[in-house]
């Protein structure tokens, strides 16, 4: 399950990845030397027979630089996150990339309904798909999606692309994804929508051309009147 959850099926998953391992390390590094001194501190200034213990009001030089060159240095290190936190929000949510299709996603209480356009691959037409907790999409194309929400606040979460986004009543949010892999992998809401939010779950099949333009066939087939 943790080797599905790892994959990134998506051309962004590894920029969030990065960045998510970025803010790792630095508050990791600066937490585990926080955490020595802490315990170091404690070991050298133990309370000791025939030892008096001094009083500080901590403005004195000698203690002051302890506390204010490692908050400059953790100051940098926040500059470096702030600067790969607006490279990979601009890429991932201002830049919107040509759309080789476009898909709607409707969440309620409590499934995901999928519109996919038909053969003509144009959206709100005569020949659209719609499934219930089954998204097909081909691999290698890029897909605009228009995430709706038809009771309360939803949120449409596909883990192996890091894509999370709200779906909020009576707006049209409009997102993209491309993904990089074929393979079928789980979708979520990800926010509490009420008593049946824990199975309002959904898949998402990625497949090749061939694979793909032989599933709209059939599927434009079984829903023809």
Not at 10 to 26: C, E, K, M, P, Q
Not at 54 to 71: A, C, D, F, M, N
Not at 158 to 173: C, E, N, T
Not at 174 to 186: D, V
Request: with cysteine; proline share 4%; net charge negative.
């Amino acid at each position: 399950m943790l080797e599905r959850f790892l994959v990134q099926a998506s051309t962004y998953a590894s920029d969030i990845d990065g960045l998510i391992n970025l803010v790792a390390v630095l508050a990791g590094f600066w937490f585990l030397l926080a955490e020595a001194m802490f315990f170091w501190l404690i070991w050298k200034f133990r309370a000791r027979p025939g030892k008096k213990s001094q009083y500080l009001t901590g403005k004195e030089k000698h203690v002051s630089r302890w506390i204010t060159i490692p908050h400059a240095l953790v100051l940098v290190c926040d500059v470096f996150i702030i600067i790969g936190s607006v490279r990979v929000w601009y890429n991932v949510k201002q830049v919107l990339p040509e759309a080789d299709s476009t898909i709607r996603i409707i969440g309620q209480q409590w499934a995901w309904t999928f519109q996919h356009p038909g053969a003509d691959n144009e959206l709100d037409t005569a020949d659209d798909i719609f499934t219930v907790e089954d998204l097909h999409v081909e691999v290698e194309k890029t897909y605009h999606f228009k995430l709706e929400s038809r009771d309360v606040l939803h949120d449409f979460s596909v883990p192996v692309f890091r894509l999370k986004q709200d779906a909020l009543p009576g707006r049209s949010i409009t997102g993209w994804f491309r993904p990089t892999m074929t393979g079928e992998f789980g979708i979520q809401c990800a926010e509490i929508c009420g008593i049946g939010h824990g199975i309002m779950a959904g898949r998402i099949h990625i497949e090749d051309a061939n694979t793909h333009a032989a599933w709209i066939s059939s599927a434009s087939v079984a829903t023809t009147p």
